[in-house]
């Protein structure tokens, strides 16, 4: 479980609370930010993780942030490439890498994103260097 009031351990996956968002203005406050000096961003070339990475380096600085992408054969090369071109684009590092995606997933049931996104995300917390992933 990941403390509020404090900076989550090496490979645990930051939150966003609904209190850390100005209501008015739609800008994450920078006190949010603040307690993190590096940041590991998931980047899936779509508008969200973008806008995630823009926030990031505003408030950190593009030397303490860096994309991370997963380039598995079920992720559209498009994706993959609007994740190189929004990074470059600000600056950062991008870390290409292979998830080893659960068994499950190849079920195609309802849980299929589940399974999907886990793996990713497991395969992101091994990323040396980011104590926060968002």
């Given at each position: 479980?990941?403390?509020?009031?404090?900076?989550?351990?090496?490979?645990?996956?930051?939150?966003?609370?609904?209190?850390?968002?100005?209501?008015?203005?739609?800008?994450?406050?920078?006190?949010?930010?603040?307690?993190?000096?590096?940041?590991?961003?998931a980047l899936s070339g779509?508008?969200?993780?973008?806008?995630?990475?823009?926030?990031?380096?505003?408030?950190?600085?593009?030397?303490?942030?860096?994309?991370?992408t997963c380039v598995n054969?079920?992720?559209?090369?498009?994706?993959?490439?609007?994740?190189?071109?929004?990074?470059?684009?600000?600056?950062?590092?991008?870390?290409?890498?292979?998830?080893?995606?659960?068994?499950?997933?190849y079920l195609n049931d309802?849980?299929?994103?589940?399974?999907?996104?886990?793996?990713?995300?497991?395969?992101?917390?091994?990323?040396?260097?980011?104590?926060?992933?968002?």
């Amino acid at each position: 479980m990941i403390n509020r009031n404090s900076p989550p351990t090496p490979g645990q996956i930051a939150c966003v609370y609904e209190d850390d968002v100005v209501v008015g203005g739609g800008y994450i406050h920078s006190v949010f930010f603040s307690r993190y000096e590096k940041a590991l961003i998931a980047l899936s070339g779509g508008a969200d993780s973008a806008y995630t990475l823009m926030l990031a380096v505003r408030y950190l600085g593009c030397d303490n942030v860096a994309a991370a992408t997963c380039v598995n054969s079920h992720i559209f090369n498009y994706e993959i490439n609007n994740a190189e071109k929004i990074a470059k684009s600000l600056g950062v590092k991008h870390i290409k890498f292979v998830a080893e995606i659960d068994s499950a997933f190849y079920l195609n049931d309802e849980q299929r994103c589940y399974y999907c996104k886990k793996s990713i995300m497991s395969e992101m917390a091994k990323i040396e260097g980011y104590p926060v992933i968002f």
